[in-house]
């Protein structure tokens, strides 16, 4: 099957039991055993749900891997996969990465001796230097929130293969459907399952896809294990997201594109991040990887515009966290995203007090212009109030 058809029947369309289009909601929390030591293939939701297990199916088909798991959140999934090291080991971890996972590293694992170095994966000598012997993985997103930095998967898998570590990829902007970064040479995929696969801001999820036996064995116990798992209502939600994401996608591509096109001719903006645009660092690499430039455009004002004015300006662009949503959401990295990284090591990666990231919609493309134009408008730092 195509991505399109796998996005609704990948999972193995209509549920085996009792033939429905859509996987029913099997809230329960334990299950019936006909005798001792039997069961009839479930026993505890925390170990396994037939619900959960038809988005774990859907997700490892759309990424091409071995098995998937959900999680209750994209920072549980993240939690899960870090699980599988000891004290003593070392992650690489990209310059330009999500706040979250920063803060799980440096406030919760660092604690059991489980410690990361930042690395520029854009510069693959630099990046391959940063492997010393104690280094077991390396985490990377691309292109990376809230900077949009496309990283060569391909070639930073072909490193750490020969260097004997996993790769890492948090592919939550991009989805499967424009990319899938365990045929380009990955060993685990990260998504948060909030954001694009869910697609409609009314569930919080996380999801881990492995490409072999033996890791899918062990992010398995670890899953049960700790119990960090996806209740089965959200299951069902996120399961019926992923199958209009790729008539979502497609829509928030276009806009994306459009919007940042129309950002990057303003005398108003002084830098676009996008890599749908020919212009930017990455599009060439994002080109090779990816079907296309994504819903994510991050940008700074020029000088005279005030960006607490745009950011309170806008009316159908919500200023709110997170992303992905059928609805256009910004943000303020600095300040709301990337606040648990330290002040010194953003404004060195280029996450500056001035950058705003914009999480585009499937709204009609010419009102969200307009909005933005309104608000850049009153945004104008010599603008005189008129009461």
């Known amino acids: 099957m195509k991505t399109d058809t796998q996005l609704i029947h990948g999972h193995g369309g209509e549920d085996p039991r009792t033939g429905a289009v859509n996987v029913p909601i099997y809230q329960t ?4 055993q006909p005798e001792l030591g039997h069961c009839l293939g479930y026993e505890y939701s925390r170990t396994g749900n037939p619900t959960r297990e038809a988005v774990e199916k859907e997700i490892a088909v759309l990424e091409g891997g071995v098995a998937g798991f959900a999680f209750g959140s994209g920072m549980a999934a993240i939690t899960a996969v870090l699980s599988l090291f000891k004290s003593g080991d070392r992650i690489v971890i990209g310059s330009n990465v999500y706040g979250g996972t920063f803060r799980v590293l440096d406030k919760v694992f660092n604690n059991f001796g489980i410690t990361y170095t930042i690395a520029d994966t854009l510069d693959l000598d630099s990046f391959e230097k940063a492997i010393a012997d104690d280094v077991v993985a390396v985490l990377v997103e691309s ?6 930095f496309v990283t ?10 020969r260097h004997g570590i996993l790769t890492i990829v948090d592919n939550t902007f991009m989805t499967p459907y424009l990319q899938k970064p365990l045929e380009l040479g990955a060993d685990i995929i990260v998504h948060s399952a909030t954001k694009y696969l869910g697609g409609h801001s009314d569930l919080v999820a996380g999801l881990v896809v492995v490409n072999d036996e033996k890791l899918a064995e062990r992010i398995a116990f670890l899953q049960n294990a700790t119990g960090g ?8 939600l996120l399961l019926r997201g992923i199958k209009t994401l790729g008539v979502r996608m497609d829509r928030h591509c276009s806009n994306a594109q459009y919007i940042a096109e129309y950002l990057q001719k303003s005398p108003a903006v002084s830098k676009v991040y996008y890599p749908g645009l020919e212009s930017d660092s990455g599009y060439e690499v994002n080109s090779r990887q990816a079907r296309a430039g994504g819903g994510m455009i991050s940008f700074e004002l020029a000088e005279g515009y005030d960006h607490r004015k745009f950011l309170s300006s806008t009316k159908i662009i919500a200023l709110a966290e997170s992303l992905g949503g059928v609805e256009s959401l910004v943000c303020h990295p600095a300040s709301m995203t990337h606040a648990s990284i330290p002040k010194d090591i953003r404004e060195k990666v280029g996450i500056t007090d001035g950058l705003i990231r914009l999480s585009v919609g499937i709204e009609d493309k010419d009102d969200l212009v307009e909005d933005i134009e309104q608000a850049l408008e009153a945004s104008k730092s010599d603008r005189i109030e008129i009461s």
């Open 143 to 148: 292109p990376a929130n809230p900077l949009m």
């Open 29 to 32: 929390s334990t299950f019936r």
């Open 152 to 161: 060569d998967l391909k070639a930073v898998s072909e490193i750490a293969r």
């Open 229 to 236: 798992v996806l209740g089965p209502f959200d299951s069902f």
